[in-house]
């Protein structure tokens, strides 16, 4: 069964740095969307992305955050300048068209900022 | 706004057990409905869904009925195994491409 994947699965960085979590979505799909979960806390939206735009964002998703399908199979998160509060599992999710079709996730990065 | 109500956790149940686990959910439209599982370490997995109202969502012993007049969607399995440890989430969906909203999650722990 297709997957998606992302990449890396662990990622340590300092405050003030940049990261980018990179997804590759499952090949057919047209939506994709990132969402984050912090540690024992609920599953948050960030970001839907649709015809090469994003189509929805949540408060969370700020100046700070940035997303991109640079290509034709990869789905990228960046945070320009990392914060200790962004420490959390990121989840990279897409779906088919129609809003029947459920999401199929990632397994996760996990981003700790120290 | 749209909101995701589920019963707070851990739930803990011996092997055998039955059990429920309680959503509902508040939205301004006709939303479909979906239960998501995270194991240990891994990311959601869709569990089940129902679309419109009365319809159940089954899958591995598990299911959920969409109850439009109690805004409910409540999670159920007759007899719980070990394997069935995890976290659920009740979300729900309004249409193609916008946010799919999460309850809280309620943590599942089964002993054998």
């Known amino acids: 069964e297709p997957e998606v994947t992302q990449t890396p699965s662990h990622q340590v960085t300092q405050m003030g740095q940049e990261v980018i979590l990179r997804c590759v979505p499952i090949?057919?799909?047209?939506?994709f969307y990132w969402y984050r979960q912090i540690l024992g806390q609920k599953v948050e939206f960030l970001v839907s992305?649709?015809?090469?735009?994003?189509?929805?964002k949540s408060e969370i998703f700020d100046d700070q955050f940035s997303v991109e399908r640079p290509d034709g199979s990869n789905f990228t998160l960046k945070i320009r300048s990392t914060k200790l509060e962004d420490s959390a599992m990121y989840f990279c999710?897409?779906?088919?068209?129609?809003?029947?079709?459920?999401?199929?996730f990632g397994n996760g990065t996990r981003l700790t900022v120290t | 706004g749209d909101s995701v109500t589920q019963m707070e956790g851990p739930v803990t149940l011996s092997e055998e057990a039955f059990l429920t686990i309680n959503c509902t959910y508040t939205?301004?439209?006709?939303?479909?409905l979906f239960w998501y599982v995270q194991y240990p370490g891994e990311g959601l997995q869709l569990l089940l869904k129902?679309?419109?109202?009365?319809d159940k969502g089954s899958n591995k012993g598990f299911e959920a009925t969409y109850r439009k007049e109690t805004t409910s969607f409540h999670l159920e399995k007759g007899s719980v195994q070990v394997s069935d440890s995890a976290v659920y989430f009740c979300a729900l969906s309004l249409r193609a491409g916008t946010a799919l909203i999460f309850g809280k999650g309620t943590t599942l722990s089964v002993s054998s």
């Open positions: 129902a679309t419109k109202a009365d």
């Open positions: 090949s057919n799909h047209l939506y």
């Open positions: 999710a897409s779906s088919d068209y129609g809003v029947n079709s459920p999401l199929h």
């Open positions: 939205a301004t439209g006709y939303p479909s």
């Open positions: 992305f649709y015809n090469n735009e994003i189509s929805e």
